[in-house]
């Protein structure tokens, strides 16, 4: 900001070479006091103020300046060049002797805890007492007697438990500032933090040494805070607060009214001129929206910090697409200015200004906000919905039997999980507000009664929940509709213009496939079979797995042979043109029974009541059949269709059908069938056998071209993905379960039990269910892409799976040559837009 | 053979390169049968006989001769060269109208059958027919009018399928057969068997034309069978079978009884005598027992057959000693000898030859037998066992909680699972005998009766188990008990100075340790601490993970670690000087507790009995706490010791106590501890913090070094191997859990649901829990060994688990540099000595 003559307060910055020579050697280079002292001279002679002495007194502040912001290093130390001479200067200078001991007793507080490292609470103590005796709230509100107390008490403690190590000397103390400042490169926390952080150790700090100024010498001083656009809806109008006598805290803290920046005119013209035509410079130099710090002393203005805005995803997309029509940037860097992840919350209702205090609040799992009648199981939220009522379905956790209370529901809220339960993964994949792991809840689903605290909830109360933040109200609250906003077309055009992957969408509904459509999906990546196997149907399920009756097995499987033909039909409508992927049933075939705990625990119910349980009892032996130990690891997928074939080929079967249905009404069907689990070729090659057979018969001596592909989601698949290849006419990365059993980890049990404590306490960096695990995960999609392709170069390579929408794991994939990924249909617009920006990286 | 001078029937062999041009030209070579005829011509001379014609007919075989043995081809059609006027002629040569009519029916047969693809089922009809008629159980009993109406009417049969296509020319018969045996190499079998077993599909087959010779030509012929050492014992005696007037599949059917070789010497003096020599001959030339086939063809010796001959374990082991003492071979070539897995059954007892016959069936399991009262429960069987009982547990299946009772058991028998079920994993881990899978057997282990058809066992009653064979006998048998065998110490000792890779062994116990070191174990390298939290100790365990009473959970932990301590103190013992990786604890909590399922049915029965159930409710609650559905993928190992570190500290401390005794009583402790489960460094890294903490506070002063390194055994940790080397001292590649997640299959359930039909369908090779999945978990353990050598150089590897006794997967690991592989102590022999072929092969 100096190169671009603004007015910065003056000052002088010791480079980080020191820093890396103080590391070496255990002591700064030769000569460095000599040129800190000339420097300050320097500093003198131009703002005409003497560090250490009147007349008009130099105060000075340090602040570290690393390459990277590091948390764990301090940053500050401030009011340095303060002695009991220099106050008495600083007091008549100023003439406000409160503004001069609040600054004495200040510096005394910072070095003492800072430089000499005594604990700050013993500071606090002081002043709280001060304030006690004063009866007043805050350190402002004591006397200037009470702020040379506290002064005098502070340089006691300092020197009881530090003796004779704060300095009187100005210079003394900015050369302890300075060591202090360069040497905490090297403590600890910073050297957790970096490790952590990938930032080498060997890169050093810099010490920047600044004259303070101060907001608060009089009527003519003043501080403020101002953005060069609204930075909530991006739009080009003045935007700024600015508190006269005051110190950049008092502004954030909102204690006073401020006052905006047309009247800052009033008070200030030139001062105000002077901002406004920094702001443009500002805006003008970074080619983005600036937030800007600034201080007026004594009617001078200072910029004490430019830095870019955070910004609503309202306005991030304003901005970008009305900056490049500006000129300002072009369109590949307006691509690069909105966060992916941030477009799903354009399209869902949020908490208006006027919301109250909620009421209890646990994780923001998935964003958006709703409202709606409190129901506490599935099919009594479906019964409602289809009355035309907004329901929320609370629950301690769902499972996939909820998922058709999910698909009606307005809202989801659970007592347990977190970011990655089921009920976050299929509301965020649903688009539905979601609130997760509300720990203060306990949800009694039998007596029907939710209760945190004093707070009782019943079904049919009416509650809002703001997946967004993880509130929840117990009580309507005014919810935003959003608004369409034509900028996001207009960004979302020009990073299609960009990228070359492309994006798909996970979807199991009609439904689901015309929002995915609507969201841009150049088809569907990932259509689950196993939710179309739920609700009604289950019996029927049953029925084909309980049956030891051939003939009633193939009635089973005749019916639900032509519900899937529907199934399919709808889903290669929606999507008429593009292709549907259409995945095999995966899930171990005992997640469509009964609990044996649950049937052991209704035979107690029903002795009590003196009923009969023969039925139980029956069912309990045929359920156990199917029992497992470990279900993720057992019999699933690939293996439950070469055991069971008629499955598979009851589901190939009805694909072919819908796909003829289709062509038949003159529609464009794109199919394409996974085989998912596949963990040797061989499993691939016999069952691809039986899918063709199945397709050949169905498509009666019609020429229909069905690829067949499948699921890379175990390692061992992807260690021999050069021998799947050469059967496969795909892959797609199920990286949900490929994570699963590389960390030997399951998702489900892993969240309640350990994993967040994992990610609190920084044991693994980032949740690998969110984002790509590049060196352990992302090794194995890497050879099977690099081996895969060798092996078939017509190999068409996706990825499904919640990753699919994570942006680091979509710049991972496209370094890797992926066709597509494919997501949940919120995330598809993020997508496309990480797409591009992955291509911008490269 | 031929080359030996060996007196072999004559013949000529038509060369792969021929069946090579048939595949790419789709025809034989042009001048091909010129050239058989040529060669017959010179057979013709050379005999004396003529084929196709008399006055001595030669009758000629044609067998296929590829380079390996492929069971999926034809293989022989013999007696070409006959027809209405030959078998006239043979009737007269051989003075034996009954011969020749049945050589030329068999010929008819085969040719019709082989050739033309007819079923042997027609031609097998009309001979059952004419036994039935006859009232006679054998062919050889029927008439030669018989043979003679079968010739005709097999003669009937082909021409109805086949017009005109069973040739009556001697060398049109001949050529059809050539033509069939080199077509056959491309027929589906072939092709399937091939790409099973890796056999390149361009190497084509030979087809080996031969002239047949008889050994039921009158009493001056027979055929017999004989070793050039006792195959049982591997002692150098006579041992050999001979048949007068007799095929070759009568000595193996045993119809009529043989005579031995000093037999024949007065029969046949010349020919035995040539025999004898012959047997040295080929003894000399192959270097091996060798198992000759031969017939005697109106006094006239003709080897038709020589193999190495198959052995006994204890005959290896002798044969390999004594042939390199005769300086047949050299100890490298002895060390070979003998199958490393084949050791184990020289240390256990055996059905006697006396025995009767078994009463059922199951998978053999754990090889020896074993004889004892049946109990149905752990505890019983310890009971017993102690009251100096010899039992045999017999369950459903085991579980870790029947660990005590199989350990005081002689035997184990399951009516579920296979070859890697849980009762047959420990049973081969602890040495004992087990079936295993007996499926017709229900053990109904409440009322204490297993039963299978009509036969009853009740606790009690005497059974005999033979887990080499998989039989079960409702009786006691006469056992054999092993005898020490000095050859047996003698090739170990040269596989020791031969191998480079050390073999330690996996042992729990003080006794299995011992027993470990008795076979040549260079100390532990997996001491699983779980099964110390068993039997009498699972009270205090539960008290541990249940208790939320602080002090009463300290109470217990003190408790549990003076027991550990003993543990430990007694495997340091019997190891002395030797290493001892202690691994703490792996399985998740709830394995040590109740299960749900069983304390709902146990309400059940109480309700019934109108008794409280409040304790079982309580309990329940308890337990939901640690539920996970996929504990395999939950909260164990390292993660277990994160989150509840007092479980990891108090065995650390323990296992530093036991080494400090064990010092303080002069002996010379080697200590390592292992940490479970690792999926990412920062794992390891802050458990090695917390070991350490208690290394260093137990220590108390004295310098104490204890290598501290981890399990590889998720597939993460071998794709992270260079980070985690970084803070190990070693790896131990837990193969099986490995395998598992590579997989994504848990063994255990597998085994029940689909990996037996896997392997019966050849869709998997082999059990990749046997056997090291080279193209997956393999590479794993490769890059594994790569990379963590490459971050630390001193790193040691080891593997244990059931792989480490596996010399296939001992074989491949000695190429990756391993230090050392760790087995259960029975297989530590053979490991030995695989080691050491491992290193002869590379």
Redesign the interface.
């Known amino acids: 900001m100096t190169d671009l003559g603004l007015p910065v307060p003056p000052g002088f910055t010791i480079t980080t070479e020191v820093c890396r020579h103080a590391i070496a050697h255990g002591e700064v280079p030769d000569g460095l006091w000599d040129e800190v002292d000339q420097a300050i001279d320097r500093l003198e002679s131009a703002t005409g103020r003497s560090f250490g002495s009147g007349p008009v007194p130099m105060l000075l502040s340090v602040r570290s300046g690393a390459k990277f912001s590091m948390p764990g290093m301090m940053d500050s130390i401030l009011n340095l060049g303060i002695n009991d001479e220099v106050v008495q200067t600083l007091a008549e200078w100023s003439e406000d002797p409160h503004f001069a001991w609040d600054a004495y007793r200040r510096f005394v507080q910072m070095y003492g805890n800072v430089v000499l490292g005594i604990d700050d609470h013993r500071f606090q103590e002081v002043l709280t007492n001060l304030r006690a005796k004063r009866g007043v709230a805050d350190d402002s509100e004591l006397t200037t007697d009470d702020l040379e107390r506290a002064t005098r008490m502070f340089q006691k403690i300092v020197e009881e438990a530090r003796p004779g190590e704060l300095p009187t000397d100005a210079r003394a103390q900015l050369r302890g500032a300075v060591e202090a400042v360069i040497s905490s490169w090297g403590n600890q926390r910073a050297i957790e933090y970096r490790r952590i952080s990938g930032i080498p150790d060997d890169l050093g700090t810099a010490a920047n040494v600044q004259m303070m100024v101060f907001g608060d010498l009089g009527n003519d001083s003043g501080t403020g805070v101002c953005f060069t656009r609204d930075p909530a809806t991006g739009r080009k109008v003045s935007y700024g607060d600015y508190l006269p006598r005051a110190q950049g805290e008092d502004v954030v803290a909102g204690i006073r009214n401020t006052i905006g920046l047309d009247d800052l005119a009033d008070l200030h013209p030139e001062c105000h001129s002077q901002l406004i035509a920094t702001m443009d410079r500002l805006e003008n130099h970074y080619r983005d929206m600036m937030d800007i710090e600034f201080t007026i002393e004594k009617d001078i203005l200072y910029i004490l910090q430019a830095r870019i805005g955070k910004r609503t995803a309202e306005a991030a997309v304003r901005l970008a697409v009305t900056m490049a029509g500006e000129g300002l940037i072009d369109r590949k860097t307006a691509v690069t200015r909105v966060e992916p992840a941030s477009l799903e919350q354009l399209h869902r209702p949020s908490i208006g200004p006027s919301a109250p205090k909620p009421a209890l609040s646990g994780v923001a799992a998935s964003p958006g906000a709703a409202a709606g009648k409190v129901v506490f199981d599935a099919d009594t939220a479906v019964e409602l919905a289809k009355a035309g009522e907004e329901v929320i379905l609370v629950r301690p956790e769902t499972t996939p039997d909820d998922i058709h209370g999910m698909a009606a529901a307005a809202g989801i809220l659970t007592s347990q999980g977190g970011k990655t339960s089921h009920a976050a993964v299929v509301a965020r994949g649903m688009g539905k507000p979601a609130v997760t792991g509300a720990a203060s809840l306990i949800v009694d689903v039998s007596t029907g009664v939710a209760s945190a605290g004093d707070i009782d909830i019943s079904g049919g109360d009416l509650i809002t929940i703001d997946g967004t933040t993880g509130n929840v109200y117990v009580e309507p609250v005014e919810l935003i509709e959003p608004e369409s906003l034509p900028e996001l077309e207009q960004i979302l055009e020009w990073a299609d213009a960009i990228r070359t992957m492309g994006v798909r969408a996970n979807a199991d509904t009609p439904a689901d496939a015309a929002l995915a459509r609507e969201r841009g999906a150049a088809g569907i990546g990932l259509a689950r079979t196993e939710h179309m196997f739920m609700g009604e149907r289950l019996e029927v399920v049953r029925s084909i797995i309980l049956s030891n009756d051939g003939p009633r097995r193939q009635e089973a499987l005749e019916q639900l042979e032509q519900l899937q033909v529907s199934d399919f039909e709808g889903l290669l409508e929606a999507m008429d043109g593009l292709p549907v992927v259409v995945r095999l049933l995966d899930p171990p075939l005992h997640e469509f029974l009964p609990s044996?705990?649950e049937l052991?625990?209704e035979?107690?119910r029903r002795?009590?009541a003196g009923r009969g349980?023969d039925d139980l009892r029956e069912m309990s032996e045929q359920v156990a059949r199917w029992e497992?130990?470990?279900?993720?690891?057992?019999?699933r997928g690939v293996?439950l269709g070469?055991?069971l074939d008629q499955l598979y080929r009851m589901q190939a079967r009805a694909a072919v059908s819908a796909y003829k249905r289709r062509l038949a009404d003159g529609g464009n069907p794109v199919l394409e069938i996974m085989i998912p689990?596949v963990?040797?070729v061989?499993?691939l090659r016999?069952m691809r056998l039986v899918i063709e057979e199945e397709i050949d018969r169905a498509s009666e001596n019609d020429d229909i071209s069905i690829p067949v592909g499948t699921m890379i989601?175990?390692?061992?698949a992807a260690?021999?993905a050069g021998?799947i290849a050469a059967v496969a006419d795909f892959f797609s990365f199920g990286t949900n379960?490929l994570t699963?059993?590389?960390?030997?980890?399951?998702r489900?049990?892993?969240e309640g039990?350990?994993l967040r404590?994992?990610l609190e306490q920084?044991?693994?960096e980032s949740d690998p269910f969110q984002t790509l695990?590049v060196?352990?995960?992302g090794?194995?999609v890497k050879l099977a892409c690099e081996e895969g392709r060798e092996a078939n170069p017509d190999l068409t390579l996706g990825l499904c799976g919640e990753h699919g929408g994570d942006p680091a794991t979509i710049a991972y994939v496209r370094k890797l040559g992926l066709d597509y990924v494919s997501c949940s249909p919120p995330r598809v617009e993020g997508a496309r837009l990480a797409a591009a920006q992955a291509e911008l990286s490269t």
Chains 1, 2 share one sequence.
């Open positions: 044996r705990l052991e625990q035979t107690v002795v009590r349980t497992e130990d470990n279900p993720m690891l057992g019999l293996r070469l055991m689990l963990a040797a061989e499993e016999r989601e175990l390692p061992r260690l021999t021998h379960d699963q059993m590389t960390y030997g980890l399951s489900d049990d892993a039990l350990f404590d994992y920084g044991i693994l695990d060196g352990g995960v090794r194995l």
